[in-house]
């Protein structure tokens, strides 16, 4: 499907009764603020996943100066 059709497509829903935010009576989500991980945590975490990437990660080509 061209992208100025789809474009068109969906511009039209969001302008006609498709659009179900619009409606005085719509749902909302209520705010909630982020919780912050501890920095042990994501360290952790990201120290886990870099030694997993250095595993599965296929062995470098030795590169002829």
């Known amino acids: 499907m061209d992208s100025i059709t789809m474009a068109l497509i969906l511009s039209t ?10 409606l005085p009576d719509a749902p909302t989500v209520p705010h909630v603020d982020k919780v912050a991980a501890p ?10 996943l870099h ?3 250095d595993l599965v990660a296929p062995p470098a080509r030795a590169v002829r100066v």
């Open 13 to 22: 829903r969001g302008s006609t009764g498709d659009a179900l935010s619009a």
């Open 51 to 53: 030694r997993l990437a």
């Open 39 to 48: 920095r042990r945590v994501r360290g952790g975490l990201a120290s886990g």
